[in-house]
């Protein structure tokens, strides 16, 4: 083999050294880039998944937020509407215990009323003695219809007529005044207790008032406010 021969075979091995390297280059340069592309598309993926993540986070904490929002509005429009509903009924009440004070302007009636509530009185307490308390103004009233009161009640419990101390140093307080309406007073009625005080009917048209508004709210509401707010 002469000098051309080997130069010949040599630049043969050399353009296929140089041809497989080129190859194997090509192949490494696809496969890096798909790898590339892979890893990319993973981390777009994943920065896709993150962002609807947290776009349904936030999502969520606004609808929580809005619920909240609803919720206290929806309880203080109801504590408004609580609120007007009581203001209206107190407000009849007020009424009602002004019309109180007229109650003792008929005589005939009122005498008749407090023979009644005494009567009433000695039937809850069953005492053989008690003692009565009432206004000042009133004091004429009580003793003129006591022994009737006392006589009425013998016969519908079928007993002797009680004891009935009238206490004439301390007296129920009078009615409300213009100048101080809210101030310790009474629209009339009686105080009975027995002798003990451990036992006391409290029989003021005040009290009897108050009763009968509580037993009577649901439907004074009911009447008023419907049934929601019964």
Known sequence: MNDVDVSNQ???????????AEEKAN?????????FNIEKLQLVEAEKKKIRQDYEKKEKQADVRKKI????QLNSSRIKVLQAQDDIVNAMKDQAAKDLLNVSGDEDAYKQLLKDLIVQCLLRLKEPSVLLRC??????????ILEDAKEEYAG??????????????????????????????????VVLASRDGKIVCENTLDAR???????KLPVIRR???????A
Request: hydrophobic letters at 40%; one cysteine or more.
């Open 69 to 72: 929002d609803y919720s206290m």
């Open 209 to 215: 008032l108050d009763v009968a508004f509580r037993m």
């Open 156 to 189: 519908k419990a079928n007993v002797h007529a009680p004891e009935v101390a009238v206490d004439t140093t301390i007296f129920l307080p009078p009615p409300p005044t213009s100048s101080d309406p809210h101030g310790l007073h009474c629209s009339g009625g």
């Open 135 to 144: 206004r000042e103004e009133d004091l004429g009233f009580v003793e003129s």
């Open 223 to 229: 009447s008023l406010f419907g049934q929601i707010a």
């Open 27 to 35: 192949e490494i340069s696809v496969s890096a880039e798909e790898e």
């Open 10 to 20: 040599i630049q043969q091995m050399v353009r296929f050294i140089r041809q497989e």
